[in-house]
């Protein structure tokens, strides 16, 4: 077999050689350019090495595989399911693309090419990597007891990496014996996620143990009651099952983006800043949390390490919907110059928001947080509450209304334009309509609560719709039979349990239309990216 292998690997080496130099005669007129010899090869579950790597005669093991691939090129898996028991699982080290030519690892049908684990290993795998995509791919693991290594299990684990990206991925069944998450990212930097969906997870969907610079773009997370097991990791969110669907431990210059936690998860996003690691300057833009645990939270926390550096600071949450959450819509603890503008807060039962302190994790002991046309309604507690130990805060052009206590503290010089009236918003849950009171009834002529309607990119708010104009639809990949497909707990009809263009909140008028010439959408109004 590892003559098989040398030889194969002599005639992709032969094969590039005769490229290069007939690449080389045909640009050598061209002054200062250097042929980049793009190849794509395919890879099957019942390929062979000893193949030539195309379509009809794929290669078979991703240990074979990777190892031929330079910048530029691209591996496509073909339909199937890629297990120890034939193609081995793909391990990544050292390898690199450039920003000019990445490497590219994609499904041939997407979703239809199925990275599976037995729980003691994790289905994708990378160190010391950078200028990688990934598209389409399935990836799951197993409950498995003869792993007790933290992190084993999971779908997807890169670390000391940087310029990832991953597109359109379907991830589900972490394994619930370990600390593991469906998709881990250790010291990455400057990479994005994008359009990927996520289910059936003990402990969070993505999780970024530190991370800078990233982008996690469109994603949807339901764990589906994946729940603790006897024997296995607990998982202090509860038996229910479901931690965050992404969760910065910590992260800074971090941007979550037009994303969605459904049902049993813990919350959208968290922040969990300790140590020496910064938790600053992350924006989180065109959230939604539907029926989680919480709905968002940026906290302290309690752990060793220099107190002042273990807080979160100059974080931003802009256009913001927490939906009948089980304890609180949002929740800040221990933060510096924390904003929260557009803000829409509905049907929690404990509060809509709530800012206070950690006595364990005091940071530096300096707290300051910021909310500007924000809207909290029919809370089962305040709509708005900041603790007394909070220094520095302020409410400005908010709407508070059929909460237990609409504001807490209930008056002072901290607040400034604000309302407790019907905002008569009815069935909408992501956006304003227009017959509503909040209309241009905030800062500016700004709107009063959230309006998540079109997409930001990279933290910018685009004209371009977010939700399909004709259908209403969420953005979303493939559809695979009995996992993303289940109706009422998955990404392609969580529009309609969001009232999306249904039950009585119909888009706003020209929605999507575009200009008379049909070429561009129209542009928002009375939005702001933050």
């Not at 910065?248 to 037009?258: A, F, K, S």
């Amino acid at each position: 077999m590892r003559k098989q292998h040398i030889e194969s690997s002599r005639l992709v080496i032969m094969s590039r050689i005769c490229k290069a130099f007939t690449g080389f005669i045909i640009l050598g007129l061209v002054a200062g350019i250097e042929p980049v010899l793009a190849t794509t090869y395919f890879i099957s579950p019942t390929g062979n090495d000893s193949n030539t790597g195309t379509q009809t005669s794929p290669w078979k093991t991703f240990r074979f595989a990777i190892f031929q691939l330079v910048p530029g090129d691209t591996l496509i898996l073909l339909d199937g399911t890629y297990d120890n028991s034939n193609s081995g699982l793909p391990i990544f080290k050292n390898i690199n693309g450039t920003a000019e030519n990445p490497i590219t690892i994609k499904a041939l049908n997407e979703r239809q090419a199925h990275i599976h684990n037995d729980g003691t290993k994790v289905s994708v795998s990378g160190t010391n990597c950078s200028y990688l995509i990934f598209e389409g791919l399935q990836a799951s693991g197993i409950d498995n007891p003869d792993s007790r290594i933290a992190g084993t299990g999971g779908a997807f684990d890169f670390r000391n990496s940087h310029h990832l990206t991953f597109k359109r991925l379907l991830l589900h069944h972490n394994n619930r014996y370990n600390n593991s998450h469906l998709l881990t990212l250790i010291r990455v930097t400057d990479s994005l996620v994008e359009e990927s969906e996520f289910y059936y997870f003990h402990r969070h969907a993505v999780m970024t143990k530190p991370g800078s610079h990233n982008t996690f773009r469109r994603l949807y997370c339901h764990s589906r009651g994946y729940g603790n097991i006897p024997g296995g990791y607990q998982n202090w969110h509860g038996p229910q099952g479901g931690a965050v669907c992404v969760s910065l431990y910590p992260g800074d210059n971090t941007i979550v983006e037009n994303s969605v936690a459904d049902a049993t998860t813990s919350s959208i996003f968290d922040i969990q800043a300790s140590g020496p690691t910064p938790a600053d300057n992350n924006r989180f833009l065109g959230n939604i949390s539907l029926n989680t645990e919480y709905g968002a939270v940026i906290k302290a926390r309690p752990e060793p390490g220099p107190t002042a550096l273990g807080m979160p600071k100059n974080n931003t949450v802009t256009n913001f919907v927490a939906i009948g959450v089980e304890k609180v819509g949002i929740y800040f603890r221990g933060v510096r110059n924390q904003r929260c503008d557009h803000c829409m807060l509905l049907n929690n039962p404990i509060a809509g928001l709530l800012v206070d302190v950690e006595a364990v994790a005091p940071g530096d002991g300096s707290y300051s947080f910021f909310l500007e046309n924000s809207l909290s309604l029919s809370n089962g507690g305040p709509g708005f509450k900041i603790a007394q130990e909070v220094q520095t805060w302020s409410i400005a052009h908010a709407n508070s209304f059929k909460n237990r206590l609409n504001y807490v503290p209930s008056s002072g010089e901290n607040y400034e334009v604000n309302k407790s009236v019907d905002p008569a918003i009815g069935t909408c849950r992501a956006w304003i309509p227009d017959r509503s009171p909040m209309k241009g009834a905030g800062t500016n002529g700004e709107d009063i609560g959230a309006n998540i309607l079109y997409r930001y990119q990279d933290g910018i708010l685009s004209d371009v719709p977010l939700w399909n104009p004709s259908t209403g639809e969420f953005p979303h990949g493939a559809l695979v039979k009995g996992l993303n497909d289940v109706a009422g707990q998955s990404l392609f009809d969580v529009h309609k349990r969001l009232n999306v263009n249904s039950n009585g909140c119909t888009f706003p008028v020209d929605y999507g239309k575009g200009d008379p010439d049909g070429k561009s959408p129209a542009k928002p109004t009375g939005l702001r990216a933050s």
